[in-house]
């Protein structure tokens, strides 16, 4: 699976739109771009995941470069509720796949 | 989250003990999971399984086993635990081992 790079940390102010950046420069043509979070001492949550379309779901939007190589993840209007840990994570969309978690972005909303 | 639940929820344990933990779900997943994550190493897949006495290693099995005997319950085993195994381990779920996993609240474990 690529690799993929986040920054550390981030903060965002509440009600402010919070955007993630994550950078996969080596994406594959099969591989889906996968977002989870963590809010702290819970199991990981999944957010949303494309393959190069923008998706858009309840808790987030997803921006994919038309290159592929980078994507963003949005969350329209951040609450304290969304500090958490986000994961970018790039697979092939294969059941026997494994995730595979990197160090994350560390998110911090201030009110 | 509503459909898998981890047992139990903490637990201290004496080195060279062994140890059980059980990941049950309701929802009739294919696939299911299991993590541990510490400090500095983030999630680390143990080891998962594809169906019913179908599992496979992930990048930390050494000094685990897994079994599942039925659709809703596979059970990570320490053989003979060690301190190096003081961890959070998480189970997950998956479908089709495609779309969304969905994680357990997460078992605290300590080797003492």
């Known amino acids: 699976d690529a690799k993929t790079t986040q920054p550390p940390s981030m903060d965002c102010a509440e009600g402010r739109a919070a955007n993630l950046p994550c950078n996969h420069s080596?994406?594959?043509?099969?591989?889906?771009v996968y977002w989870y979070r963590q809010i702290h001492s819970q199991g990981p949550q999944y957010i949303i995941h494309?393959?190069?379309n923008n998706e858009t779901n309840e808790m987030a939007s997803l921006i994919i470069t038309e290159d592929r190589k980078s994507s963003t993840l949005i969350l329209p209007h951040a609450t304290l509720r969304d500090t958490a840990v986000y994961y970018c994570?790039?697979?092939?969309?294969?059941?026997?796949?494994?995730?595979?978690f990197g160090q994350g972005t560390r998110l911090t909303i201030n009110p | 989250d509503a459909g898998i639940t981890q047992s139990p929820r903490h637990k201290v344990t004496e080195t060279g003990t062994p140890v059980t933990l059980r990941c049950h779900q309701t929802?009739?997943?294919?696939?299911m999971y299991w993590y541990r994550q510490d400090p500095g190493h983030g999630l680390r897949l143990i080891h998962y399984?594809?169906?019913?006495?179908?599992?496979d290693k992930g990048e930390v099995s050494d000094g685990y086993s897994v079994s599942r005997s039925k659709t809703e319950d596979f059970l990570l085993t320490l053989e003979s635990a060690t301190s190096s195994q003081t961890s959070v381990y998480f189970c997950?779920?998956?479908?089709?081992?495609?779309?969304?996993?969905?994680f357990g609240s997460g078992t605290r474990l300590t080797v003492v």
């Open positions: 997950a779920i998956s479908l089709d081992g495609n779309y969304g996993y969905t």
């Open positions: 080596t994406i594959s043509g099969n591989e889906y």
């Open positions: 494309g393959l190069k």
């Open positions: 994570i790039v697979r092939v969309q294969q059941g026997a796949q494994k995730l595979v």
């Open positions: 929802e009739n997943h294919r696939y």
């Open positions: 399984s594809y169906g019913v006495k179908d599992t």
